[in-house]
């Protein structure tokens, strides 16, 4: 499986984000696609997850701000962030988890300024 995260760059703080996640295979057979972030001298932290059967789920910090959703057709995932915060500045990856097995993709980075 290879996935390939997109759509990072500089925003300003208050304004909006949407990544992609373009999967080499078809979604379907994917446990569950989710995206984490890393900022400069932290650990990864999940930000959010979206199952084969279309359910999501979010870290708590991330309520009410990010969206994760699909495009089927596309075999991509996509994170839609909103109200962008400095502290949001990280690199994002996308992972697929295929219960046995879990593949990365290479991250894209996002830069939010104040």
């Known amino acids: 499986v290879q996935l390939q995260a997109s759509g990072g760059g500089l925003v300003q703080a208050g304004g909006s984000l949407r990544l992609s996640c373009a999967a080499s295979?078809?979604?379907?057979?994917?446990?569950?696609i989710g995206w984490y972030r890393q900022a400069p001298g932290k650990q990864r932290e999940l930000v959010g997850a979206?199952?084969?059967?279309?359910?999501?789920k979010y870290a708590d910090s991330f309520k009410g701000r990010f969206t994760i959703s699909r495009d089927n057709a596309k075999n991509t995932v996509y994170l839609q962030m909103n109200n962008l915060k400095s502290e949001d500045t990280a690199v994002y990856y996308c992972?697929?988890?295929?219960?046995?097995?879990?593949?990365w993709g290479k991250g894209t980075q996002v830069t939010v300024s104040s």
């Open positions: 992972n697929a988890d295929r219960v046995i097995e879990a593949y």
């Open positions: 295979v078809s979604i379907f057979s994917i446990h569950a």
């Open positions: 979206i199952s084969n059967g279309g359910s999501t």
